[in-house]
């Protein structure tokens, strides 16, 4: 045994990539997580009626939100939506009528919070009655974040098949033998990339129907334009994936990119409020597919849009795609300049 | 008169700060198989990359055909077998054949027909459905050896070909290759082996990424006592010692 431990710590000593992730990539994890799950310093928009109970506003304002009345006739759920509003507070014969954008976020979190502690500070305690516009108050934590598992999977297996499928291209030595062949340097990432693009299509579609009919999850939108979003997001792992394995030597190193490519996306996948995140770490998601594959499918699968609310979503995927795709073209160069 | 086929002028590629190839200067003729010999790290296998354009020379020329290199045309004239077998794995050894038969334009019955006939040449026909994984390490090398052969090239490149492989199929390998050199395919072998060189017309000996020797191998072995190679090599390694 004492043989075997020595060698496991010499090997690990001579691979020092190995050994620098192991200690570096937990400590950045934690640190970004310390980062994202720690005080937010988002204040939420509430507004009341006119005719809110005086005592009541009284308390609330002694929480951390910010409140001013609601313009008479305004349309409470285009404020919402326009998000110059986080929840709109009306009043009734039931209590309060609290409406908000979306269930199971943070803000949303956030905004019960305030009004429990205000409300417990009156006496008789108001009851309220929550409303959301996409989602329900009941709704499952599946239901509501079934949008971040399907990219964030649809992402992760693309990314590491077709990563370990480009390195022990090169480790087998057919790469080389395809570049002494007369195949263009683009047709070999373009195959690449379409290839796995069916494959991940025939995923997607799998994930979404089997997601919708057999897991039962409600979606508001139309189907085929979510299979579309993840196939995009698909064709963007795969690049991402054939890019990061020219800096891999074998497949074990494939695998250590994880924690650097695909964890850190994760957060920005919609699992956390990115306005409620402190020092503008949520401005990160703009350099990240997964933001932009998860916010298509949460804006088609919960809140219903259609293809033109999404432009912007499909456009950057895109973009990633190109700008990787163009990247591996020139990568191949090492093994043929022409 | 034989046509030169591939003509290196002045080669010379460094990696790094390290010279792998000095100032080579050599031509490989049609019908002709040329040995290139030497042991690892001679610069063999750098030789052959340059050739099939995988690197490029820091100084020199390379033509082939009459036409300077890179270029995509002179690309479909080459086979290139590389030192590791370099087929799928997970595919069948016929699926092999086809995939790297359209590389050079075959389709449909002329890259069927010509698959078959590469598997045929190298006894492969009965396991050709067999995935690769399910071969022994001879028939993988065959294959490989299929593959480089099915667009049927002038030139020959065979990196390091019989490796690993016992003596009854090195010598099968070694009749095909001679086979291939009397219908007119320029052949470039490298090797460590010794034996080998006297199977080629014409042998270059590599030390250290300089030529050390290049003449047809009656020559070679004429100038060298006892008849042995080696002795060319134990003679520059000398050399060396002394500087």
Not at chain 1, 127 to 135: E, Q
Not at chain 1, 171 to 199: N, W
Not at chain 2, 21 to 43: F, M, Q
Not at chain 2, 50 to 57: D, Q
């Amino acid at each position: 045994m004492k043989g075997v431990i020595i060698r496991i710590l010499r090997q690990m000593g001579n691979d020092k990539r190995t050994l620098a992730l192991m200690i570096i990539a937990p400590i950045i994890i934690l640190t970004l997580l310390y980062l994202l799950l720690g005080e937010s310093s988002y204040i939420p928009k509430i507004l009341v009626a006119k005719d809110f109970p005086a005592v009541l506003l009284t308390e609330l304002k002694k929480q951390d939100v910010e409140v001013s009345f609601l313009d008479e006739g305004a349309d409470a759920d285009a404020l919402l939506k326009d998000k110059l509003a986080d929840a709109i507070i009306t009043t009734g014969a039931d209590g309060m009528q609290i409406r908000m954008l979306e269930s199971g976020n943070s803000k949303a979190a956030l905004i019960t919070t305030a009004l429990k502690n205000a409300s417990s500070a009156v006496n008789p305690p108001s009851s309220m009655n929550l409303t959301f516009i996409y989602g329900k108050i009941d709704s499952t934590g599946f239901n509501s974040l079934g949008f971040v598992l399907l990219g964030v999977l649809s992402f992760f297996f693309v990314f590491i098949i077709s990563g370990i499928s480009f390195v022990r291209e090169r480790e087998t030595g057919t790469l080389e033998r395809l570049m002494a062949t007369p195949i263009r340097r683009i047709s070999v990432i373009g195959g690449y990339t379409v290839g796995f693009g069916i494959l991940s299509a025939v995923q997607s579609a799998l994930m979404i129907l089997y997601s919708r009919y057999i897991l039962g999850m409600e979606f508001e939108g139309p189907v085929w334009l979510a299979v579309i979003i993840m196939v995009l997001l698909a064709f963007t792992a795969v690049s991402i994936g054939a890019f990061v394995s020219i800096f891999a030597n074998n497949e074990f190193q494939v695998m250590q990119f994880i924690p650097l490519v695909v964890v850190p996306q994760m957060f920005f996948s919609g699992l956390i409020t990115l306005d409620t995140l402190p020092y503008g770490l949520g401005n990160l998601a703009w350099f990240m597919p997964i933001f932009y594959g998860c916010d298509g499918l949460e804006k088609v699968l919960i809140r219903g849009y259609g293809i033109g609310s999404i432009w912007r979503d499909l456009c950057m995927l895109i973009a990633f795609i190109l700008f990787f795709f163009v990247l591996n073209v020139l990568a191949l160069k090492k093994y043929r300049k022409l | 008169m034989l046509h030169m086929n591939i003509v290196m002028t002045q080669i010379s590629k460094s990696f790094g700060k390290t010279e792998v190839l000095h100032d080579i200067t050599l031509t490989a003729r049609e019908g002709e198989i040329l040995c290139l010999l030497g042991p690892s790290g001679a610069g063999k296998t750098t030789l052959i990359r340059l050739i099939t354009g995988g690197l490029r020379p820091d100084t020199g020329e390379i033509t082939i055909n009459g036409r300077k290199f890179p270029n995509m045309e002179a690309l479909r004239s080459i086979g290139f077998m590389p030192q590791n077998d370099a087929v799928y794995s997970d595919l069948s050894g016929y699926d092999n054949l086809l995939f790297f038969g359209r590389l050079f334009g075959l389709s449909g019955a002329e890259l069927r027909n010509k698959a078959n006939d590469a598997l045929s040449w190298v006894g492969l026909e009965k396991d050709k459905k067999k995935l690769v994984s399910q071969y022994s390490g001879g028939m993988k090398k065959r294959l490989s050896l299929a593959v480089t052969l099915m667009h049927n090239p002038s030139i020959l490149l065979l990196d390091e070909p019989t490796v690993g492989i016992d003596p009854v199929l090195r010598k099968s390998i070694w009749d095909r290759f001679e086979a291939l050199r009397l219908e007119g395919k320029t052949i470039i072998v490298s090797t460590h082996v010794m034996d080998e060189a006297v199977r080629c017309q014409r042998a270059v000996l590599l030390y250290e990424g300089r030529m050390i020797e290049n003449d047809t191998t009656g020559n070679l072995l004429a100038k060298t006592a006892g008849g042995s190679l080696e002795n060319l090599f134990f003679a520059a390694n000398k050399a060396g010692d002394a500087v």
